[in-house]
């Protein structure tokens, strides 16, 4: 099966790394606007050759959208235009609605599936590519009854090889629920950065305070910033909503700090702590998932 992935950072490169280990890709063809990122995929062994973008299409059997979201819902009509007839093209976006709403009506809709692989690190690039990234995460699926039974099946076995488990979703859902338990995480890294980059410019030692519970804080905040500005902007309706909400309990928890009450904001804490047992089972869900696989 002649695959092409494009998008050759951590996303697309992994998934390409995946598909050669599983043999699913016979030939693994890849396609990046950035030359040198094209050339250091071939370099690390991600994909076999890279191809100019109307070739990879037009003789693909599979092919694997791995860019930015904005970039995605612009390329995709195009992508369905020009693919063969029992092609299947895969998309690994981070928001639904205005994806789907892109090709909506295209007649070759049939041959796309809306998918969301959660996974990740806060690297970017081919560099930052490796096998198992995808292993034990929940993959979503949108608008299954769009796809057709023959493109639904082989997205499900593919990410079943990458040893996930699919979940199915509307696209408004897909994106409310994701802009509490991802966008919002990754707004307060940036945000709680900038503050504390703000405060080091007066004074200069907060660094050196700086320690582990700080760095997993803001570890997303070196994210690429070319990926999340359009994830945050196409999901700006959801992610408003989220962010409302987060800056309500903030001030609560401000009144409360200064009004000295500790009571009170111990009862928070203790509150907010319930997250651990929802965030334990996920972790055993996820551990026996990769056991069985």
């Not at 396609?31 to 191809?51: F, M, P, Q, R």
């Not at 769009?146 to 199915?168: C, P, Q, Y």
């Not at 919002?184 to 004074?203: A, P």
């Amino acid at each position: 099966m002649k695959t092409t992935v494009i998008g050759l950072g951590l996303i697309g490169g992994s998934i390409a790394l995946d598909l050669r280990k599983a043999g699913i890709a016979t030939e693994l063809v890849g396609v990046d606007l950035n030359g040198a990122n094209a050339a250091k995929a071939v370099t690390l062994g991600l994909v076999d050759s890279i191809e100019s973008e109307g070739t990879a299409i037009t003789t693909s059997d599979l092919i694997i959208l791995a860019i930015p979201v904005n970039a995605l819902a612009q390329l995709l009509p195009s992508v369905l235009d020009s693919i063969k007839k029992k092609a299947v093209v895969i998309d690994t976006g981070s928001t639904k609605r205005m994806i789907c709403r892109a090709i909506a009506n295209h007649p070759n809709r049939g041959q796309f599936v809306a998918s969301h692989p959660i996974a990740g690190t806060e690297n970017s690039g081919p560099e930052a590519a490796f096998e198992g990234l995808f292993r034990g995460k929940t993959n979503i699926i949108c608008e299954k009854e769009k796809s057709s039974k023959e493109a639904l099946e082989l997205a499900e076995r593919i990410f079943t090889v990458l040893g996930m488990s699919t979940i199915f979703m509307e696209p408004e859902e897909h994106d409310k629920h994701v802009a509490y338990v991802s966008h919002l995480s990754h707004v307060s890294s940036f945000l709680l950065g900038q503050t504390v980059l703000d405060i080091e410019r007066d004074e200069k030692n907060i660094f050196a305070l700086a320690g582990s519970g700080f760095a997993s804080t803001v570890r997303l905040a070196k994210s690429s910033p070319d990926m999340w500005a359009p994830i945050f902007e196409q999901n700006s309706e959801y992610l408003s909503q989220a962010l409302l909400e987060y800056i309500m309990h903030l001030q609560k928890f401000q009144y409360f700090l200064m009004k000295r009450d500790g009571k009170e904001l111990q009862r928070i804490m203790k509150d907010a702590n319930r997250i651990r047992e929802i965030l334990n089972g996920i972790e055993y869900k996820q551990t026996k998932l990769v056991q069985e696989k």
